[in-house]
């Protein structure tokens, strides 16, 4: 399962491979989908240019920042200059929608199949364009939530209200010390509820979540699943990428299908019962809602 080869994708094979999805889609029992960065990209939740400089042009102006991840990770001289660009990030990310349809076309792909999601999105754009919140696991996290940065305890917390009212205070790069969050149990500085080190909190919320995603996956066993991967790199291969050709590969039934722009690859041992599209999503989601 280690070699992984290119499938061609000439303009007689892409009409091809949308059909061939198109009818794995419509006859499966079941669709895992796995999201990852490059189906956010899709839909334009772009970390660079355009959007980077329309929101965050004082910060580069004043650190050299050249894109919106980076600068996240920049240690600021004070907590009030990292939530006013902490704050701005979430709420472009998180509690803006996708400037593209590509989550809703998705949607009107599998709204009526058994399906379930699992990502390593943190933008919630699957629950915000519609998907049924009980069958979504967001393992890495959550942009709209915030945890203990010790931890002290194993909970997290909404961030909707205070980010907002961060982002329509914030003045010359810095937020109001009084909106800093701290820890309400211990009193130390709150951080991202992102799966960066081992101090991320895996609270009763994603405890819940990761057993409804085993237990679909074990109620599914041996039926004809469509494994459909979305967006996922080689960044983090152990969550979705080689799962779902494991699984695949264990099960004769099942189909494995990747979308991914110059990374639509599969191992030789399920090439048979693959579909590769090397290609944009969203274009490939439009052309199957067509």
């Known amino acids: 399962?280690?070699?992984?080869?290119?499938?061609?994708?000439?303009?007689?094979?892409?009409?091809?491979?949308?059909?061939?999805?198109?009818?794995?889609?419509?006859?499966?029992?079941?669709?895992?989908?796995?999201g990852g960065a490059g189906?956010?990209?899709?839909?334009?939740?772009?970390?660079?240019?355009e959007r980077f400089e329309k929101y965050f042009g004082d910060f580069i102006e004043k650190y050299g920042f050249c894109d919106m991840y980076s600068g996240g990770f920049y240690s600021f001289d004070t907590l009030e200059e990292h939530w006013a660009y902490w704050s701005r990030y979430i709420y472009i990310n998180r509690y803006l929608d996708a400037p593209k349809p590509v989550y809703s076309d998705?949607?009107?792909?599998?709204?009526?199949?058994?399906?379930?999601?699992?990502?390593?999105?943190?933008d919630h754009c699957f629950q915000k364009a519609g998907f049924d919140r009980h069958r979504l696991f967001y393992t890495q996290g959550d942009y709209g939530l915030w945890q203990c940065s010790r931890p002290c305890h194993q909970q997290?917390?909404?961030?909707?209200?205070?980010?907002?009212?961060?982002?329509?205070?914030?003045?010359d790069g810095k937020v109001p010390a009084e909106l800093v969050p701290r820890c309400p149990v211990c009193?130390?500085?709150?951080?991202?509820?992102?799966?960066?080190?081992?101090?991320?909190?895996?609270?009763?919320?994603?405890?819940?979540?990761?057993?409804?995603?085993?237990?679909?996956?074990?109620?599914?066993?041996?039926?004809?699943?469509l494994y459909l991967e979305l967006g996922v790199g080689g960044n983090t291969p152990g969550i979705i990428k080689i799962p779902?050709?494991?699984?695949?590969?264990?099960?004769?039934?099942?189909?494995?299908?990747?979308?991914n722009l110059h990374?639509?690859?599969?191992?030789?041992?399920?090439?048979?019962?693959?579909?590769?599209?090397?290609?944009?999503?969203?274009?490939?989601?439009?052309a199957l809602v067509r």
């Open 1 to 34: 399962m280690s070699t992984g080869n290119w499938i061609p994708t000439s303009t007689d094979n892409y009409s091809k491979q949308i059909d061939r999805l198109k009818n794995e889609i419509d006859k499966a029992d079941a669709i895992v989908i796995g």
């Open 39 to 49: 189906l956010s990209t899709s839909a334009g939740f772009t970390y660079t240019g």
């Open 106 to 122: 998705l949607l009107k792909l599998v709204w009526n199949k058994d399906y379930f999601v699992l990502t390593t999105n943190v």
């Open 156 to 171: 997290t917390y909404d961030n909707e209200a205070v980010v907002k009212k961060m982002v329509a205070a914030q003045k």
């Open 187 to 225: 009193g130390a500085p709150m951080t991202m509820n992102l799966r960066t080190d081992r101090t991320f909190v895996e609270d009763d919320g994603w405890h819940r979540a990761a057993r409804r995603y085993e237990d679909f996956i074990r109620r599914h066993d041996g039926l004809h699943i």
């Open 244 to 259: 779902f050709w494991q699984m695949t590969f264990q099960n004769e039934k099942a189909i494995y299908a990747t979308v």
């Open 263 to 286: 990374e639509a690859l599969c191992p030789f041992p399920i090439e048979k019962r693959a579909i590769c599209i090397d290609a944009d999503i969203g274009n490939v989601l439009a």
